[in-house]
């Protein structure tokens, strides 16, 4: 994280920000401010770090505009923990809905995920060829060096006794024993050698092997609490013991290429210290992480009667978490006093200052984003990577039809999708989906039989499209 944030100049992150977000320059500023600010904290002293919190951002505008695209682009740039999640899934304490610090525990859970693939990566060589080992165990058994018997755990033979043979240690394999002094051991050696070259030049891929898959054992214990472990308030018996039983193991039939496949992932997971991803997915989460907090003004009601009651409810719930608490997650208490919230939400039928004040005061940020104009979706059909219009030529090209977008066709099409968006409910830059799936579906369908070059000029789009924007009852139904 310090490096990705050191790397980057409030000036450079809007940069990359524009590689995928057409206009919202005010946002693109607010959140690059409040990403540098975090690498300026992190080089203060440790009295002074405590004191400063984030703040969080509070962004205004309609639907389709780019506000959690912004919010998800920003956390791939700094390589920190991002969750996303809609403040209409919570409801007060006594309402049916998800309990609000659930969002903390995502977050932590995104946080593990990110250090473990991390932590993989840098074992990934030492676990491939432990796998190849293992592979060649497989291939020419007579070549395995001797190994000792592995102790019995005690534990795991008690609750064998109680739970079936399925949670008894197997029985140790005998292993070939070559003599020091033996003639024989330059041979295995020699022959274990090719073997290994051969499995790593893929001679033996698409061989079939018979292989142990290792599997977490399943006590057949639930919950103690009675609680579902995702709300935080029990303790599965399973994952606590799991640690102390044996790896039950099933036999599976894969070809040579999928065994090293497996065994690679069982042993980068061996080599990868699970004590120490929790710690620092703790730390990371704690100090780095970013909450993106959705369609916030569904919440922005105050105490009322009826099917909206638990609105401010709910507000006082999200509250704590914002203002800084300690939340209980089954990887350790994580404390949210620099976690970055970012809510966002259209609020076209409430304000902001319908929030409580409280709530108000944690989000001392705003930025209202703009809505699109028929320039803007002219430059999103285009100039964004991966744009829509090299998206569709991509997936055409896979039947060998060649499509073109001629100039006077993009901004047609950016012309009908403003008009729509206007006409009937202002979805931002998701019409620009539904317009091209409509304009192209009748060359989608016919692709597989038909390769002849198809150029999307004004022309084009009028032909397909214009009957539809220009019926009231169609536009309504159709896009």
């Not at 540098?36 to 002293?45: A, F, I, V």
């Not at 205004?60 to 969750?83: D, N, Q, S």
């Amino acid at each position: 994280m310090d490096s990705a944030l050191s790397a980057l100049t409030p000036r450079q992150i809007v940069a990359e920000l524009d590689r995928y977000i057409v206009g919202q320059a005010k946002a693109k500023r607010a959140v690059a401010i409040a990403m540098r600010n975090r690498y300026r904290r992190e080089k203060l002293s440790a009295g002074m770090r405590d004191e400063i919190i984030p703040k969080n951002i509070l962004m205004i505008g309609p639907t389709g505009v780019g506000k959690t695209e912004i919010a998800r682009r920003l956390a791939g740039l700094a390589g920190a923990p991002f969750v996303k999640v809609e403040a209409t899934k919570y409801t007060e304490v006594g309402y049916v809905g998800r309990d609000v610090e659930s969002m903390v525990r995502d977050l932590v859970e995104a946080a593990i995920r990110m250090v473990q693939d991390e932590r993989r990566a840098d074992v990934r060589e030492a676990a491939e060829a432990a796998a190849v080992e293992r592979v060649v165990d497989l291939l020419y058994p007579e070549t395995r060096p001797p190994s000792a018997p592995a102790p019995m755990n005690a534990f795991a033979q008690t609750l064998g006794s109680i739970f079936g043979n399925s949670y008894q240690q197997p029985a140790a394999q005998p292993q070939p024993v070559t003599a020091p002094g033996d003639a024989s051991a330059d041979d295995v050696r020699t022959k274990r050698e090719r073997a290994r070259a051969d499995v790593l030049r893929g001679f033996f891929d698409v061989r079939l092997v018979d292989i142990e898959v290792e599997e977490s054992p399943q006590l057949p214990i639930g919950m103690m609490g009675g609680m579902d472990s995702g709300m935080g308030g029990g303790a599965d018996m399973g994952e606590m013991l799991g640690g102390l039983l044996p790896k039950k193991k099933s036999n599976k039939r894969v070809t040579v290429a999928d065994a090293r496949r497996i065994f690679t992932q069982e042993e980068a997971q061996k080599l990868v210290d699970m004590d120490a991803v929790k710690r620092e997915a703790l730390r990371r989460a704690g100090e780095n992480g970013i909450i993106f907090i959705d369609e916030i003004d569904k919440v922005a009601g105050r105490e009322g009667r009826g099917p909206d009651v638990s609105r401010e409810g709910v507000q006082r719930d999200i509250l704590p978490i914002v203002e800084g608490c300690t939340v209980n997650t089954k990887y350790g208490a994580l404390k949210t006093d620099h976690v970055l919230f970012i809510a966002a939400g259209a609020f076209h039928m409430s304000k902001p200052s319908d929030l409580i004040p409280e709530l108000q005061g944690r989000f001392p940020i705003r930025v209202e984003l703009d809505s699109l104009s028929v320039d803007d979706f002219q430059t999103i059909l285009t100039q964004p990577k991966n744009a829509l219009t090299e998206q569709y030529k991509a997936l055409l090209g896979v039947e060998g039809v060649a499509l073109t977008f001629t100039d006077d066709g993009i901004r047609q099409l950016a012309t009908y999708a403003m008009r729509v968006n206007e006409q009937t409910e202002n979805i931002g830059a998701r019409r620009l989906h539904t317009v091209l799936e409509r304009l192209l579906e009748a060359v989608s369908f016919a692709a597989p039989e038909t390769s002849e070059p198809v150029v999307v000029d004004e022309a084009f789009v009028k032909s397909r499209l214009e009957t539809i924007v220009e019926s009231a009852d169609m536009r309504a139904y159709i896009l």
